[in-house]
T-cell receptor, first 111, second 114 residues
């Protein structure tokens, strides 16, 4: 089955700097790549996604890049703020409603 | 806003006991999922369902059963709880098809097996 690796388990950045979280996947049939955010002590909620028919998607300060050849996708957060501090999970799906998650990256934004 | 409600929020169970975790969604979603979260493992899929009265095994189904008696309700059952099942459990729901795949998560159930 699909395996999703999330390369950074922890990441610390200064407020205002950019943060990048990288993920790789193994199944070439994966076509949908969402990202979820989990704030301390809370549940997960959706932040942004990308489909395999595009290689870049931006939503405000968040950008997702997809490199299908390398089977790699990444989340870029610009102008980080303390409220961006959370655990971020990447996931991959082959379109049949099965989602495979990475282990999570704990992002700390230092004021 | 889609709503997924889990109960209980936390539970302490004894080894060998039976545990039932409940999930209720008001999103009119077809798909419901049970995930387990452990430190260092991220989220792993236990069981899922795409229609009432039918459940499917996920990646780590051993030691768990699931039940979906209606579109709105999805339960996870641990018949004989074990120490290794101590974890946080999340229920989620999603729609069907492209542009409906966003997962809506419940607030989680922290299960401690002693």
């Amino acid at each position: 089955g699909e395996k999703v690796e999330q390369h950074e388990s922890t990441l610390s950045v200064r407020e205002g700097d950019s943060a990048v979280i990288n993920c790789t996947y193994t199944d070439t049939a994966s076509s949908y790549f969402p990202w979820y955010k989990q704030e301390a002590g809370k549940s997960l909620h959706f932040v942004i996604d990308i489909r395999s028919n595009v290689d870049r998607k931006q939503s405000q300060r968040l950008t997702v890049l997809l490199d299908k050849k390398a089977k790699r996708f990444s989340l870029h957060i610009t102008a980080t703020q303390p409220e961006d501090s959370a655990i971020y999970f990447c996931a991959a799906s082959n379109g049949y409603q099965n989602f495979y998650f990475g282990k999570g990256t704990s992002l700390t934004v230092i004021p | 806003e889609a709503a997924v409600t889990q109960s209980p929020r936390s539970k302490v169970a004894v080894t060998g006991g039976k545990v039932t975790l409940s999930c209720h969604q008001t999103n009119n979603h077809d798909y419901m999922y049970w995930y387990r979260q452990d430190t260092g493992h991220g989220l792993r899929l236990i069981h899922y369902s795409y229609v009432a009265d039918s459940t499917e095994k996920g990646d780590i189904p051993d030691g768990y059963k699931a039940s979906r008696p209606s579109q709105e309700n999805f339960s996870l059952i641990l018949e004989l709880a074990s120490l290794s099942q101590t974890a946080v459990y999340f229920c989620a729901s999603s729609g069907l098809g492209v542009s409906a795949e966003t997962l809506y998560f419940g607030s989680g159930t922290r299960l401690t097996v002693l």
